[in-house]
């Protein structure tokens, strides 16, 4: 029996080691029916001819001439393999992550015990947490109408408890990790490049739910991410907040959009302290 075809993207700018780290893990995959596919998205340096020299044939790069963002960037790369490889899946995963061997075995064993799963998302640990590999970035998304930020991810900053053991469907599934089944593009079609980075990831999610597929978290499907390389920053940018805006007024109710257009004062003020705290003395460090 034939496994289904996943094809995996991977985004490049200006991070090779970075995506060397995660090439070299993806190469370890025991899953048998998958391609590799690297898309740079005009480097400014020699990233394409590094890659090219360690990885030859074993990953197909294309490489854009201007950077298209995370959104735009990650379509060329959907509408390639659409064209060229039909895959039953398409898997995007951020530069700055290293994949456990067995993670395409996970998700498609996963995906295809039930067809209604439509995108699924891996436990997703950082890369380094103080020195450890087992504390969760996330293990699914959530989302709150009335919280101060509309969309959250389960078990940030949290030991891998039991609780983070078993499958479930969750409200959205983060773009750093994202396996999406290919009716869901045939149905829904390609992410919104109107965003440029971030926010793109909960949208989609929210299309699939809305068109009746259902948003799975994987947990037994491992990944590690370097959080904040690709944005070459830790702490959250104001320039995030338009883009958040765009996914309320698109996505929500409008009272929901009001409440949060009226707190947004707040949120401001407390990105501008947590900013400031983070340039004086470097990233927070958990409790013990």
């Not at 995370?70 to 700055?96: E, K, M, Q, T």
């Not at 395409?104 to 799963?117: I, N, Q, R, T």
């Not at 991410?225 to 920053?233: C, E, F, L, M, Y």
């Amino acid at each position: 029996m034939n496994s289904p075809k996943v094809s995996i993207i991977v985004l490049n700018w200006n991070g090779l080691s970075d995506t060397q780290e995660c090439i070299r893990s993806l190469l370890q995959v025991t899953y048998p029916t998958r391609e590799v596919i690297l898309i740079d998205n005009a480097s400014i340096g020699d990233d394409v001819l590094q890659l090219e020299w360690e990885f030859g044939d074993s990953i197909r790069i294309l490489r854009n001439e201007r950077n298209y963002g995370f959104a735009g960037g990650n379509n060329i790369g959907i509408r390639h393999v659409l064209d060229h490889s039909s895959p039953d899946y398409v898997f995007l995963l951020n530069n700055d992550t290293t994949v456990a061997p067995d993670i395409l075995d996970e998700m498609v064993k996963a995906a295809e015990s039930d067809p209604g799963v439509g995108l699924l998302g891996p436990k997703i640990y950082f890369y380094d947490f103080d020195g450890r590999k087992d504390v969760i970035w996330t293990a699914g998304g959530k989302i709150r109408w009335w919280h101060p930020w509309v969309y959250d991810a389960f078990g940030h900053n949290d030991d891998d408890l039991p609780r983070y053991q078993e499958p479930r469907t969750v409200h959205w599934v983060s773009g750093a990790a994202m396996m999406i089944r290919r009716e869901v593009i045939d149905k829904i079609g390609l992410l919104d490049s109107g965003y440029f980075f971030g926010t793109e990831d909960v949208e989609y999610s929210l299309k699939a739910r809305a068109h009746g597929f259902k948003c799975l978290y994987v947990p037994t499907a491992r990944v590690w991410h370097k959080v904040g390389r690709s944005r070459s920053r830790r702490v959250p940018s104001f320039a995030d907040l338009p883009d958040y805006y765009r996914l309320l007024r698109r996505n929500f109710p409008k009272a929901v959009c009001a409440y949060h257009l009226l707190i947004s004062p707040v949120l401001i003020s407390h990105r501008t302290f947590f900013w400031m705290r983070s340039a004086l003395t470097g990233p927070r460090k958990r409790r013990a």
